[in-house]
């Protein structure tokens, strides 16, 4: 038991054996530290590129030629408007126009004819007074006028005022000769003389006359008066002067 107990020591071989270091354990220590920046070496910092989103700036706002165009063109026409407008009142204030008077004085058939091809053939004569209330307007009657005479939507006959200038305030009597001829002659005829009958046969006496405006010295354009006399006779007897026992005129421009 004792020979079982007893600890024997061990050789240990020189190979076995750990190394020694061969330095210091200072110095190891003080070789493996870190040399700080700046001290011993130049440190270069590095640089990097970094690279922004590009913003593109705000679009400029551009007017088209065509809007532009528009824009000036209404500008200018209603400039043109409220010269035209504050001119025309100024003349109407100045001048104070009125429209001329029309009236119908007699009335005569110098024929009244059924031909053989049953056409109807008419000439009437009408006597006109015209009368021009403007003291400062002056009124030319031009070439182109337009005068006729209608039963119940038939033109019976047509004719032309004469061209003439009528002065201030100045009255005027014109006898207009109208004529003309209608291819139903028999219809009409029968139906005129049935109205005759009655004593009150309808007839339209119709104005078309271009007429030239004269204020003082200046002559302005070309205006149309239009109207209608609305005539009542007692019959269609030719050559004889007939009795007009109503007439209602209205008449209006026409630029």
Known sequence: MADHQRIHPVEVSPEAQPPRPSAPLGSILRSEKVEPRGQGQHHVPMRRNV????????????KSCLCKCICWTISLLILLLIIIGATIGILYLVFQPKLPIYSVDNLRISDLTLNFDLSLYARFNVKITAYNPNKNIGIY??????????????????GSIPRFYQGYQNKTV??????????????????LQEQQQTGRIPLDL???????IKLKTLKLRKVKIIGTCKLVVDSLSTNSIISIKASTCSFGLKL
């Not at 690279?51 to 551009?62: N, R």
């Not at 207009?176 to 028999?186: C, E, H, K, P």
């Open 174 to 191: 014109l006898n207009v000769a109208l004529s003309g001829q209608n291819q139903y002659g028999r219809t009409l005829l029968e139906a």
């Open 51 to 62: 690279t922004y989103p590009v913003v593109p700036p705000p679009p400029k706002k551009k």
């Open 206 to 212: 119709k104005i078309n006359e271009p007429v030239s």
């Open 141 to 158: 009657y031009e070439k182109g006028s337009h005068l006729s005479v209608w039963y119940k939507n038939i033109n019976l006959c047509q």
